[in-house]
């Protein structure tokens, strides 16, 4: 395999097994999160596509996923919860992190 096919393939699969799902039906999105540390969105349309992945949301396995409106909020066996925004490129949907939560005391 080729490493252009390898890096769209990650880009598109997952790497490891899925651990959390959410679904927005105002945005027509499913979010997917994995042990492979990363987080994608995908169009519910019938291509089910994906329009987004960060590769690395966190530094250890993703483990939970709530969602609200265009904010997405990720936690980690790394003891961190991430919040993430989202902005439309055509039928991309490009996600940048908002902030991060570490201490839960």
């Known amino acids: ?3 252009d096919k390898l ?3 990650l ?7 899925v651990s959390g799902l959410a679904i927005n ?7 997917s999160i994995s042990w492979d540390k990363s987080f994608k969105t995908w169009k519910t349309s019938s291509d089910m596509a994906c329009i987004d992945s960060v ?3 966190h530094s250890d396995a993703v483990k939970v996923i709530a969602s609200s409106g265009e904010i997405v909020y ?3 066996a790394d003891g961190k919860i991430k919040v993430w925004g989202a902005s439309a ?3 991309r949907r490009k996600r940048s992190m908002k902030t991060t939560l570490s201490k839960h005391d």
């Open 7 to 9: 890096n769209t393939n």
């Open 74 to 76: 990720i936690g980690s």
């Open 55 to 57: 590769g690395s949301a």
């Open 25 to 31: 039906d105002d945005r027509g999105e499913l979010y």
């Open 11 to 17: 880009w598109i699969q997952h790497a490891d097994a």
């Open 89 to 91: 490129s055509g039928d």
């Open 1 to 3: 395999m080729s490493a």
